[in-house]
């Protein structure tokens, strides 16, 4: 079933240049929906199913941008390298602060992460040698893949697509191991899985730091994308918004996740034309959909669509 979820996703990521060559909502909107896949299929890996919640997320997003800003424009370092340093980098604080961190619950969590976002966001506004400050870093050279060189909306999408594509498989076999099972169990009771012999602190800290590293991959695609950071890209907003994609697709579903990164960014590129209104539209949509369906798009439209199915085959029968 998930195998052929795979496929259906990935068969409709390979027509749509195909069918809508050079579109603008195909080549330019698709990138940053793949980027978003990546970072909310690895958020969801926290917070739907190991029940823990992160709205400092953006903050290792950031980090591997601006390492792979950093060491290729002021170290000229290959960039494939830059960006294995920027997921060392994020694994390892990702580590460091998992521990302390998510001994926390509920809301106290949530400020926590929510206070090593800021943090991580004044750095990169205030280290302005390193980071260029609040006006960013610029000519961040193009992603060189073994001499072959993504300089183009065509091929960015290409190897965004394979990028969220392997994002959503690490995720399929990651909730369907052991660990998986372990991260379930936590989610559904710490208390409960500890009794049952699951190592809960070990568990969380793979979970976070195997987010982190999601995140950081991203954002190292995002900087050789943009060939622009700045602070503005990883600030509180974009950490709410991942959440707010997590829960719109449907938690603890990595296909929810996916769709619901691919929902609000188009949602976010379409309301632009209402200019003045577009927030409150924005706000207005999620409202209704959050009313209607509570346990996200992705999940409740397939509960809908199976309801349907059942319905029409009975009414089908003599």
Known sequence: MRLAGLSTFATGIALLP???PDNYF?????????LHIILVVGLNLLMGYAGQISLGHAAFFGM????SAILTTR???????????GLLVAGLIAWLLARPILRLRGHYLA??????????????????DWTGGPDGMAGIPSLNLLGWE???DQRWYGVVAVAALLAIWLSLNIVDSRIGRALRAVRGSEFAARMMGIDTTRAKTQVFVVSALFAAFAGSLFAHQQAFVSPDSFSLLVSVELVIMVVLGGMASTFGAACGAIALTLLNEGLVVFEDYEMLIHGALLMVVMIFLPQGLFVGLSQGGRRLWTLLASTAKP
Do not use: R
């Not at 195909?26 to 793949?34: D, E, H, M, N, P």
């Not at 170290?75 to 830059?82: T, V």
């Open 150 to 152: 993504v300089d183009s």
């Open 26 to 34: 195909v080549t330019v909107v698709g990138v940053s929906a793949g």
């Open 111 to 128: 400020m926590a992460t929510l206070g090593f976002g800021i943090i991580v966001h004044v750095v990169m506004v205030q280290a302005t």
């Open 64 to 67: 591997g941008a601006y390492a």
């Open 18 to 20: 195909v069918l809508f």
């Open 75 to 85: 170290y000229a370092w290959p960039s494939l390298l830059a960006m294995a340093a």
